[in-house]
């Protein structure tokens, strides 16, 4: 439950980041938010690969499709 809670409040962050993302105005700001964006990208890829038991092999696998 702990980590289906920990996802939820990630894709919270997601959604609120890509929202100032939309309406950044300055290049900095854009690349700001999109780096926030990769970064929350990959914490919940890993938080959803840990709920389902995806080992360090098969991660490796779907990184690389």
Known sequence: IALQNQIEGLVRQMLDVRMHLSSARTEKDRTYY?????????????????????????KLLSVNI
């Open 34 to 58: 999109q780096s926030r964006v990769t970064s929350i990208e990959q914490r919940i890829d890993e938080a959803v690969m840990e709920l389902y038991g995806v080992g360090e092999g098969e």
